[in-house]
């Protein structure tokens, strides 16, 4: 057993941030500035769009997303159950309300499937989210969305240069975002990204995350204080510059996985169409509960005992108090979210992550599957 635990995820600083922080307090601007402008354009030109807007997280840019899109009181917004919280609580800030689908249990991302049923005369955007750097299936929900004349915001919260049959997430629907939270490829401690191709959006996007002040002190419609400070901005472009490599770590990690783990009869290792085309964000295993004979929470506990850090991302919103009393939905409305929340837990996949450790962790996995074997 490792003296110490094994973290879920870790960023990959060096001494390049510290310095680039320093560098930003030295020169006295620490609000919004140079840096944060410069990682706009250069994040723009990795993700291949035309138009990207820092803000201060992945939150602030689901928020200011919307409310550039113009969501509003009464309306609806459709996003799958099995997401972070703020994917669907973002829009209650608009006075919109959050409808859920179920998921697809081979991508663990949004079923297109489940989504006309959930249309009403309200709905006015799909939210598909990219979940652990797998692409969501855009195709049939962008077909859905033009049918009722809907808008698709991306959640490519945790999707940075994910690919989607050969294009890079973000900016393939009406507007995208990401996140750069500690648990993110890459971070600036918080903080987050409004991508689009759309000229008029992106000129909303900026008004809006600061105070939608159109001449010093002039407020013809609401914003707020949504701006990403120069110091994030400046660990931010640090961090761009290594974004290929840490994906590339993943993805050698995620093979090597990939490998061991599907020899253990009791674990369902990750759908991959293309190992390139994910960035391998989490590693998201599951338990087949009809081989063995512990629970995912047990199994959980006892990899933490070992030194080993794991976690379900995430359970399923449509049972979270917040929102019980906006609808009322029932488990069996989500049959494969519901599988999901029992059985999955994702495992440290991050650059740092020793060989030696990697093996710790699949020798581990292995032992407890054969311990509690049918």
Request: aromatic content about 10%; glycine content about 6%.
């Amino acid at each position: 057993m490792p003296k110490k635990i094994i973290p879920i995820a870790k960023p990959w600083f060096s001494n390049q941030e510290a310095q680039a922080a320093y560098n930003v307090v030295k020169s006295s601007w620490l609000i919004s500035g140079p840096a944060v402008e410069k990682l706009e354009k250069e994040f723009a030109k990795k993700s291949k769009v035309k138009y990207a807007i820092a803000v201060n997280s992945g939150s602030s840019a689901l928020l200011v997303a919307q409310q550039a899109l113009g969501i509003s009181a009464g309306d609806e917004i459709i996003a799958p159950t099995m997401t972070f919280v703020s994917t669907a609580s973002s829009c209650m800030y608009l006075g919109a309300r959050p409808v859920f689908t179920d998921i697809n249990l081979s991508t663990y991302c949004m079923d297109p499937n489940d989504i006309e049923s959930k249309i009403t005369k309200k709905t006015k955007a799909i939210i598909p989210v990219h979940y652990a750097g797998q692409a969501a299936d855009l195709d049939p929900i962008l077909k859905i969305a033009k049918k009722h004349n809907l808008r698709v915001i991306e959640d490519a919260a945790e999707a940075h240069l994910t690919k989607y049959k050969g294009k890079i997430v973000g900016g393939i629907g009406d507007i995208g975002i990401f996140s750069f939270t500690p648990s993110k490829v890459i971070s600036t401690g918080e903080g987050g990204m409004v991508v689009t191709n759309n000229k008029k959006l992106a000129e909303k996007c900026r008004l809006i995350r600061d105070f939608y002040d159109i001449k010093k002190f002039k407020y013809p419609a609401l914003g707020f204080n949504f701006r990403m400070p120069d110091i994030m901005g400046a660990i931010g472009l640090i961090q761009l510059t290594k974004l290929e490599k840490i994906v590339k770590i993943r993805q050698k990690n995620a093979i090597k996985y990939a490998k061991e783990l599907v020899k253990i009869d009791g674990i369902i290792i990750p759908f991959v169409e293309k190992t390139e085309w994910m960035n391998f964000q989490l590693y998201t295993i599951r338990l087949d509960l009809k081989k063995i004979t512990i629970n995912r929470d047990k199994f959980i506990a006892i990899l933490l005992k070992k030194g080993i850090h794991s976690r379900l991302y995430y359970p399923c919103l449509h049972n979270q108090k917040l929102f019980k009393g906006i609808n009322k939905y029932k488990d069996s409305q989500f049959p494969n979210a519901i599988v999901f929340s029992k059985t999955a837990l994702a495992i440290p996949i991050y650059p740092e992550l020793k060989e030696s450790e990697q093996n710790y962790i699949i020798n581990t996995i292995k032992e407890i599957i054969n311990k509690y074997k049918k």
